[in-house]
């Protein structure tokens, strides 16, 4: 048994043991909740807390039965394990007026309810079991394969790494995946372009093209707002690096 130093020390019950604590006692400076505390004075905190929980077992502290947890953790194993495939049919059908989720059911027209609903439950399970067998077919195939092994070791490649890093420090070991400011979006880009509204930029254009400009454009005037240079709406392609 460790010290309470290095985190460990008695346990709950030997401090009970120690301290000569009758059943339902607290072990003093416990800081939960305890009912009525409060108002109870002229007793040690030991004898106190006893006598309340005989006053009010129901609402102290139960230790949960080991029996109850051991079927809760075989309940959740079962349900882990099942298979998501499976569907429960009912022994006899489905009965008019139910309201549960039936596949395909909506695509069902001009039968009786039995006979709709037993060709759904029947066709989703076929689909079910054909797309299971296909999942197993191809885990088969892939461990059909042999495993590839690396054609150089792990100190081959560190050695051409750091070759490159030592004769190359210039260079970007890897390249950046942030776009340029002035790279237009992709057609369907529902966000908001600069200067492609209130000029002239975006009309008779393609959408790359405008969205080329209102951005060269933005860009420009952000360069010559901190500089004081002229500029016209012409100047379109300037802040465009591609472009230059």
């Known amino acids: 048994m460790t010290t309470v130093e290095?985190?460990?020390?008695p346990s709950l019950k030997s401090r009970k043991q120690f301290a000569n604590l009758k059943e339902g006692s607290h072990v003093p400076k416990y800081t939960g909740h305890i009912h009525q505390i409060r108002f109870r004075q002229g007793l040690t905190y030991g004898e106190q807390t006893r006598r309340l929980f005989n006053e009010y077992p129901q609402l102290s502290r139960s230790v949960p039965d080991i029996s109850l947890r051991t079927e809760k953790r075989r309940l959740q194993e079962q349900k882990a394990n099942e298979d998501?495939?499976?569907?429960?049919?009912?022994p006899d059908?489905?009965?008019?007026?139910?309201?549960?989720?039936?596949?395909?059911?909506?695509?069902?027209h001009g039968d009786r309810y039995r006979v709709e609903t037993d060709e759904c439950v029947a066709n989703s399970k076929q689909d079910y079991g054909e797309g299971k067998q296909k999942i197993n077919n191809l885990q088969r195939t892939i461990a059909s394969y042999s495993k590839p092994s690396n054609l150089n070791s792990?100190?081959?490649v560190k050695h051409f790494l750091d070759y490159h890093r030592a004769y190359h420090p210039s260079e970007?070991?890897?390249?950046?995946?942030?776009?340029?400011?002035?790279?237009?979006?992709?057609?369907?880009?529902?966000?908001y372009i600069p200067r492609i509204r209130p000029t002239e930029l975006g009309l008779g254009t393609r959408y790359h093209e405008t969205t080329?400009?209102?951005l060269n454009r933005f860009a420009l005037e952000t360069e010559h707002s901190m500089t004081n240079w002229p500029i016209s709406l012409s100047d379109t392609n300037t802040a465009d690096p591609h472009r230059q």
């Open 6 to 9: 290095f985190g460990g020390g």
């Open 84 to 90: 998501p495939y499976e569907t429960h049919e009912f």
């Open 93 to 108: 059908g489905l009965l008019p007026g139910y309201t549960g989720y039936i596949p395909q059911r909506k695509f069902q």
């Open 154 to 156: 792990n100190r081959i």
């Open 172 to 191: 970007m070991s890897k390249m950046s995946d942030r776009r340029l400011f002035t790279e237009p979006p992709i057609p369907g880009y529902q966000g």
């Open 212 to 214: 080329r400009k209102g």
